[in-house]
Each structure stands twice: as C-alpha cells, then as structure tokens.
C-alpha cells in the first residue's frame, strides 16, 4: 500500500513538474538567457554523443555517469524508466525477435532553450535506422525531448522522451507482413493437407462391381 502511494506521488510529481517546465518555457524571456557560454554548449553536446553512443553500441556503462539521480527516460511505445538496468534489459529485449540492429542518428537542427544556466531543454529530430533478421532494413523518423541539468561541473540528463508517427512503424509493419505470410503459408498448407486427405480417402474407397 505504502509503495503504490509512494508511486502514485511520483507519478503525479513528475506530472506537475513537467506542466511548470513547459509553462516556464513559454513565458520565459529569451533575451535573457542569450548569452551562454560556447563551452557550455559543447558540453552538453559531449552528453547528448555519449547516450547516441551508449544507444548504438548497447553499452549503457558510458552513458551512466551522465544521468541524472533522478533521470527518466520515456520510450516510443510509451514505457517509463528510471534506472538504467531496466531499461538496458528493455533495449535488449528488442533484438530477441525480428530485429538484429538498430543505429540512431540526429536530422536537422536542435533546437535548445535554457531555464537557467544549468538547465537546457533541447529538441530534435533523428532516424532510427532498423535492420531485420531476414535482410530487410527500414528508418523510423523520431522527435526527441530532453532536459539537461549542469550537476558538480557535468551535463546530466535529467529526462528524455521519444516520439513517432505510429502509422509509419517498420517493427509494426513488419509484424504485420509476417502475419500476412504466416496466414498465406497457413492456407496453402491447409489447402494441400485438404487435398492429400481427399486424394487417400478416394484411393481407399473402392468403387463397388456391377451385379452385387
């Protein structure tokens, strides 16, 4: 009971807060915080590399010390995380069924708005690049949020969240040809068993002789 309470705080903490930031956004004076220093930018830059990284190569030990304690990170298909564990064994869930690889990159431009000197939202676009266990390859196109926060002179992310077009999914449509072939393979075999059974029943059945 203690621990659904505890969760259900969170949950609606993390709710709120997320409303604060985007209304602190949009009535934020850009003039303000115009003046950010280049070396800051490259850090958080170093950051936002490491996690492409640490995505590519599955190997989230890089990426780690670059978290926030308190980091979230929200999935396409709508899954929260809060420890990288879990969500390690998520990634690597996706490679168990008709998915070998996947390779993320950013498109375009990023576009970044600081609350503070500390605290960066920046969001984006990027491709995520599918290859299938079969030969095939498809992209995905994705938008992406996240916040950073300056902690002890390092850029964390504090949280991260990816989007996409769910109408244009290639591990979804490819689910689905699957199924469409499995269904085709399904009424061939049917058809052919069909055929075989009738085939043997006629040739146990013998016609009767005139006379008898």
Do not use: C
Request: hydrophobic share 45%.
């Amino acid at each position: 009971m203690m621990k659904q309470r505890q969760a259900s705080i969170y949950k609606y903490t993390h709710l709120l807060w997320s409303v604060l930031l985007v209304l602190v956004i949009w009535n934020l004076p850009q003039s303000a915080l115009a003046d950010v220093n280049p070396q800051e930018i490259n850090a958080i830059i170093r950051t936002r590399d490491i996690a492409l990284q640490a995505l590519n190569t599955r190997d989230f030990s890089k990426i780690q010390p670059y978290l926030h304690p308190n980091f979230t990170i929200t999935t396409v298909d709508n899954q929260t995380f809060n420890k990288v564990p879990e969500f390690e064994k998520y990634w690597n869930q996706q490679f168990s069924s008709s998915i070998k690889d996947i390779k993320m990159q950013l498109k375009g431009d990023t576009l970044r708005t600081f609350l503070t000197p500390e605290i960066d939202v920046a969001s984006g676009e990027a491709i995520a690049s599918f290859s299938f266990k079969d030969g095939k390859a498809a992209d995905m196109a994705l938008r992406w949020t996240a916040v950073l926060q300056k902690l002890q002179d390092k850029w964390t992310i504090q949280s991260l969240h990816f989007s996409s077009n769910l109408l244009n999914n290639p591990v979804l449509n490819a689910a689905q040809q699957l199924g469409q072939i499995l269904a085709v393979a399904a009424g061939v075999g049917g058809f052919l068993l069909g055929a075989a059974t009738m085939l043997l029943l006629r040739r146990r059945i013998k016609p009767r002789s005139k006379g008898t």
